[in-house]
Antibody, heavy 120, light 107 residues
Framework: QLQLQESGPGLVKPSETLSLTCTVS??????????WGWIRQPPGKGLEWIGS???????FYNPSLKSRVTISVDTSKNQFSLRLGSVTAADTAVYYC????????????WGQGTLVTVSS | EIVLTQSPATLSLSPGERATLSCRAS??????LAWYQQKPGQAPRLLIY???NRATGIPARFSGSGSGTDFTLTISSLEPEDFAVYYC??????????FGGGTKVEI
């Protein structure tokens, strides 16, 4: 059974960089069949796609966040990562990692999510 | 950017009743629309993809319909575990996704 698990600091200071890692188990990230994405959800609000990465390292970002986001993949560790720079309180959210197949790229497997709070 | 508007914001129903949720797109998304269910403290779960196809393991009481700009998620007979928030999501301009604001189905 495929599992995804987010990890990283739960508290980040304003203007600093948020860094999260998603570890994939029960399947290989080194597959030409899937993309791997990040989605966030501010407390009590809706969902926002941040960006996605392919096993080759190709990336796709939400235009509204593109200037601050970097997503990378480490196939040797079966992980992919998110970096979001210059954070503000508006970036406080639960961050999810998820898989989406290439043929029908909707999110079929999700991590449990991790809350990141931006505060001094 | 394609905006998805979900209605109603809240739907108050009882177990056994039929639920009809709407998602309207600001421009055509063809059939590239998905529905997710989210329960408190949990990640979303994919219910429907490509407007009308149930994802693996999703009960037959969930059905989706529509194309272009108007879509519907129907739960034919609500079970207690169906009370949750439902989101629609489009991918017509992949790479890129947008989500609707959600509909809460409450008792």
């Amino acid at each position: 059974q495929l599992q995804l698990q987010e990890s990283g600091p739960g508290l980040v200071k304003p203007s600093e960089t948020l860094s999260l890692t998603c570890t994939v188990s029960g399947g290989s990230i080194n597959s030409n069949t899937y993309y791997w994405g990040w989605i966030r959800q501010p407390p009590g609000k809706g969902l926002e796609w941040i960006g996605s990465v392919y096993y080759s390292g190709s990336t796709f970002y939400n235009p509204s966040l593109k200037s601050r986001v970097t997503i990378s993949v480490d196939t040797s560790k079966n992980q992919f990562s998110l970096r979001l720079g210059s954070v503000t309180a508006a970036d406080t959210a639960v961050y999810y990692c998820a898989r989406h197949p290439i043929l029908v790229p909707d999110f079929d497997y999700w991590g449990q999510g991790t809350l990141v709070t931006v505060s001094s | 950017e394609i905006v998805l508007t979900q209605s109603p914001a809240t739907l108050s129903l009882s177990p056994g009743e039929r639920a009809t949720l709407s998602c309207r797109a600001s421009q055509s998304v063809s059939s590239y629309l998905a529905w997710y269910q989210q329960k408190p403290g949990q990640a979303p779960r994919l219910l429907i993809y490509d407007a009308s196809n149930r994802a693996t393991g999703i009960p037959a009481r969930f059905s989706g319909s529509g194309s272009g700009t108007d879509f519907t998620l129907t739960i034919s007979s609500l079970e207690p575990e169906d009370f949750a928030v439902y989101y629609c999501q489009q991918r017509s301009k992949w790479p890129g996704f947008t989500f609707g604001g959600g509909t809460k189905v409450e008792i």
